[in-house]
């Protein structure tokens, strides 16, 4: 190779060391020109195809002397010099150098690793995509789930004044539905392992829907209780893996789990508004066919959003590793380990109590404002406000709960809400009573929230949406279990017992939260190769 300007550059040369002298090694250095360079390189002069590249500058290089025997430490010091242009490799008397380019190796890794970078960033954005599409498919899933509970009330005296029917008689509506929640309960586990997350969500959003299709036409009252087991165990199954998904989030579960109770209680903040409009006899009817559209929505966003996978791919999708656990657990029967956890029964009857006392308020409230208060059919409005209180209060009391503590604040909200449901007892008074109901429905709002975070902390994780999806069913009859007994209560004492039972439920839950223990039991996680088959 010639370089382009013809002027000299230097290059190592190899002598043999005479014994007689004492130095190992001695450098020299001379200069030689490029032309020279090149001959010694190649043995040629010109430019032929695969030619390396030629020097532009003049450099001078040290001569490397060498003993008969070098020295490793010779060796590798006369290996390369890269940062003097020219890499030397030294095969017995022969020196072969070449041009180095200094920068052209880190360079490499430079880009390699921007490269890396790059895909990672992309890896994770698509991840995150994915992650909030996820969710806000299950947080549309719940708010259905709102807008069904929150139906309830405004339409209460209009089913009663459609059939004919007395306070005892329209409760069989909630027990009913009792049947389907505790179908769902038990049925889930079982259902989960043998079909997985995205079948038992298109299932769950498809017996609704069947219950409301059965509705529409308003036929006989036996077909309407018939459509309710429907609906509950649609219910039950749906709103056990919502929470049990958003629950098992390795990053911000807490706040999560707020917005998807925030997001049913937007729902049952919707629906009151739409009942209202339509509460006549005459357009019964209209509530349900509403209801069909929007859960055929719901199915069919279901089912193409997780296409009947199981929770484990959904996650792995989302970029979260699933909990390892002890084959001996995954052997072991599922009822038989989530039976026997003690807290499981004791955060399923606190979730009852608290779902039934919020739906009681929400759905007999309206019919307590008509009969005490002398209000009209607009007084369906203050389950709206109920239930706006409700989502309000699971996003703006956040703050509170982190500073206070979760546990503590809970004893807070509870008493604030008993001295306000003894107001709407006490106060005869309309406006005082709408408002105060609103409150109730503010302060009540992160209770569960809080409950579900708690257990997330206290249950084993290898179990936890099993034990999540029973606590969460079984609590949800209590949506129609204390609305029945309300309904009892008032054919016989009249709907002015409605609030000394409202009052009663509440301390009841501080009585369980007290005893509900504040530590696990459980290890925090396995460390074991096989994976628990999660649903």
Sequence with gaps: MVAADGTRASTPTLRRQDPSETAPVELETRSVSSVELNKRLHGREGKGEGERTSFTSPVTEPTIVLSEKPSAGALRG?????????????????????????????????????????????????????????????????FMNGWNDGIIGPLLPVIQAYYGINFATVSLIFIFNTVGYLSGAFANVYLTDRFGFGRI???????????????????PFPLMCLAFVLIGLGLSLQNAHCNGYVGSSRENASTKMNLLHATYGFGALVSPFVATQLAQPKHLAINY?????????????????????????????????????DPKVVQTNKYKQIFRIREVHVLALWALIYIGTEVTIGGWTVTYIQRERNGNSSAGYISSGF?????????????????????????LYAIIAIVLEVTVWMVPSLVENAVAVAFVGLVLGPMYPIMMNHASSILPHWLFTGCVGYIASIGQTGSAVLPFLTGLLASKFGIVSLQPFIVSMMSALIVIWAVIPTRARYPASLSSSTTLAAP
Excluded at 201 to 219: E, K, T
């Design 78 to 142: 006369s290996d390369t010099d890269s940062h003097k242009g020219i890499a030397y490799l030294v095969r017995g008397d022969d020196v072969e150098s070449a041009p180095s380019f200094p920068n052209s190796l880190p360079m490499s890794e430079e880009k390699e690793d921007s490269m890396t970078c790059a895909v990672f960033a992309e890896q994770n954005v698509a991840q995150s995509r994915k992650m909030k599409i996820h969710f806000a498919t299950l947080f549309f899933a719940e």
């Design 201 to 219: 969500l298109v299932f769950g959003s498809m017996c609704q829907l069947a219950g409301y299709i059965i509705l529409a036409p308003v036929g």
């Design 289 to 325: 066919y509403i209801l069909v559209g929007l859960y055929i929505f719901n199915t069919l966003l279901l089912l193409v959003v997780f296409r009947g996978r199981r929770q484990t791919e959904i996650k792995a999708e989302e970029g979260e590793l699933e909990q390892r656990s």
């Design 387 to 411: 239930f706006g209180g409700l989502m309000m209060g699971r996003i703006l009391l956040l703050w509170l709960n982190r500073k206070i503590g979760e546990r503590r604040v809970f004893f």
